[in-house]
């Protein structure tokens, strides 16, 4: 069994307004060490198998397409548990032990979101169009 931990956040350059409440609230009971306070979700998840890279790819779809908005959320997934299944050819012990290493390393995933860029299309050929159709 794979144990996935998705950890969703706003993002650094999005203002989170319950994070504001909670470090104001925090600063009124007299702590004023907290500057800075953020709100998000812990989603944990308990899959079956154990092929942690089939469990990786499908838990990044996961995060991607309904955990997360990647437009204002970024999200960290770490998985525990299963080991990635044994292969038959002969490996080195240090391969085994980098890929237990990768196994239990938390992904910091950031959706890359790039806005699109509309063409201009310039006047003088939106005239030229025009007064095509209104010679016919």
Not at 32 to 47: F, P, W
Request: hydrophobic share 40%.
């Amino acid at each position: 069994m794979i144990r996935a931990q998705v950890i969703v956040r706003p993002r650094a350059s999005i203002f989170d307004p319950q994070g504001d409440a909670v470090c104001r609230a925090i600063q009124h009971l007299g702590v004023s060490t907290v500057k800075q306070a953020h709100v998000g979700k812990c989603i944990e998840l308990e899959l079956e198998g154990n092929d942690l890279n089939k469990a990786r790819a499908q838990l990044e779809t996961i995060c991607k397409d309904l955990l997360s908005n990647p437009v204002i959320e970024d999200y960290v997934l770490t998985l525990k548990g299963a080991e990635p299944p044994k292969v038959k050819a002969a490996s080195k012990p240090a391969a085994k032990k980098a890929v237990k290493k990768a196994a239990s390393r938390p992904v910091a995933k950031k959706a890359a979101s790039k806005p699109v860029k509309k063409t201009k299309v310039k006047k003088t050929v939106r005239r030229a169009a025009v007064k095509k159709k209104k010679g016919k």
